[in-house]
């Protein structure tokens, strides 16, 4: 029967002659199984109430001490299931406390107290609205948090592992919220130290790809450390050597190394063409401290003629003419280009190609003829000085056929000229800062009269 305290079974110890007594008396409401009597209370009873059996014929056939036995066994049951329910009642308002957080490298684990009563494992959504933090600036965000209800345990999966020595912290959790299985929430956590079991990184970074587009050469490498690449401690632009199978020069203006990115991109100094073959070499500095390495400080290793996988957008622009000046016999036009090569300096025009007009009615010729690729300019030579008040105008007709025209080194040939203003910068012969002074001749003094000699 269950009583206020819930169902109670008595029981007490008999003799082998009461067992068999009390088994014949009492056989509509109890029953004998081996040494242990089993009796059902026949009324609705309260904790810590004194009782008898309900049966008279079980006081017939037990002693006294049996009688005081079974009051002694009833009373210390009723005790012990009441002792059980305060403490249940009591469990069900304790909310679970945190005992240790540690992470090995890739997985966080929270773990409550033993005392806490096993989570709701229905209770947690996606990252559970947990945030993580590191003390050395890399972001830490979490991908997944998985309840186990029994060993009373959050594991949570973040999107990068924890670097040795990083102090990870969690803060607050949100509303999809951290509890038991009676609905009791934890408490918010403000920066909670995390014990960090994560192995030390000493693995060097080692070069995955490296490409350009433009001006941009950029160095992608593989790393172990979740910190990723240094970007405090930067290798110097020296270190760095751009070749190119067309023989221009290439240098490395500027070096930006990002860390969680894990790229190292070098500035050149002129865009590479996209036909250009280009080739890269990186040699450590032997001395300091700046030098290609990863957050833990493990080196990269030198680079020597590493190909270089050419993104360029082809050049499709032609040159066009910025200015065009003259000074005594040279006359320089100098093209804007979209092609990091420059001009063509192979495949020159024909002087025969140009023709240079003076406003004075003087003849002037071009005599020669020589392209500055790097430089973007032509210079035509003169067969006579130009004078520093000629006005002078150049033309410039393509030619019909053959590959010697005024064009770039991507092939694009640059447009005909049609009396050309061209700025004349010849210095003049003589110039005064301060007018002429005049001269004015004075009177002589007449000399003075020789004495008459006697």
């Excluded at 009676?182 to 079991?197: I, K, W």
């Amino acid at each position: 029967m269950r009583t206020a305290c819930g169902p109670i079974r008595t029981a007490m110890r008999l003799s082998p002659s009461a067992r068999m007594a009390a088994s014949a008396a009492c056989a509509s409401s109890a029953r004998a199984h081996g040494r242990w009597l089993r009796s059902v209370l026949a009324s609705r009873v309260t904790c810590g109430q004194a009782m008898a059996p309900a049966h008279g014929g079980i006081q017939g056939v037990a002693s006294h001490a049996a009688i005081r036995t079974w009051h002694a066994v009833v009373s210390y049951q009723l005790h012990q299931a009441r002792d059980r329910r305060r403490a249940a009642r009591r469990s069900r308002h304790h909310a679970p406390v945190l005992d240790t957080a540690p992470v090995n490298d890739d997985p966080l684990m929270l773990t409550p107290t033993p005392q806490t009563n096993s989570l709701d494992g229905t209770a947690l959504a996606g990252n559970a609205s947990l945030t993580v933090s590191s003390a050395a600036g890399a972001a830490i965000t979490m991908r997944r948090a998985v309840m186990d209800a029994t060993a009373k345990t959050v594991t949570l999966t973040r999107n990068r592992a924890a670097a040795h020595g990083g102090a990870d912290t969690k803060p607050a959790a949100g509303n999809n919220a951290l509890q038991d299985a009676a609905g009791n929430d934890a408490g918010n956590l403000a920066n909670q130290p995390v014990t960090n079991n994560s192995a030390a990184d000493t693995t060097a970074p080692v070069l995955s790809t490296a490409t350009v587009s433009g001006r941009d050469l950029v160095l992608s490498y593989t790393e172990a450390s979740g910190l990723g690449l240094d970007a405090t401690h930067p290798a110097p632009a020296t270190a760095f050597a751009v070749s190119s199978s067309r023989g221009v020069a290439i240098a490395v203006e500027s070096v930006t190394v990002n860390a969680t990115a894990k790229t190292v991109t070098l500035r050149l100094t002129h865009p590479v063409d996209s036909g250009e073959a280009v080739t890269l070499s990186y040699t450590k500095p032997a001395a300091g401290n700046n030098a290609l390495q990863d957050a833990a400080g493990n080196d990269a290793g030198d680079l020597a003629n590493q190909p270089v996988t050419n993104n360029s957008a082809a050049d499709t622009t032609a040159p066009v003419l910025g200015t065009a000046t003259v000074s005594g016999r040279d006359l320089v036009l100098s093209y804007t280009e979209a092609s990091g090569l420059g001009l063509d300096a192979t495949h020159p025009a024909p002087v025969a190609a140009f023709a240079v007009s003076s406003s004075r009615g003087v003849a002037i010729a071009v005599e020669s003829l020589t392209v500055n690729a790097t430089a973007k300019t032509v210079t035509l030579r003169l067969t006579r000085s130009v004078d520093r008040g000629e006005a002078v105008n150049l033309s410039y007709t393509k030619p019909m056929i053959g590959n010697n025209v005024l064009q770039d080194a991507a092939g694009n040939d640059a447009g005909n000229l049609t009396n050309q203003a061209v700025t004349n910068n010849k210095r003049t012969a003589w110039t005064q800062a301060t007018p002429r002074p005049l001269w004015s001749a004075a009177p002589l003094a007449r000399p003075s009269p020789s004495p008459t000699p006697w």
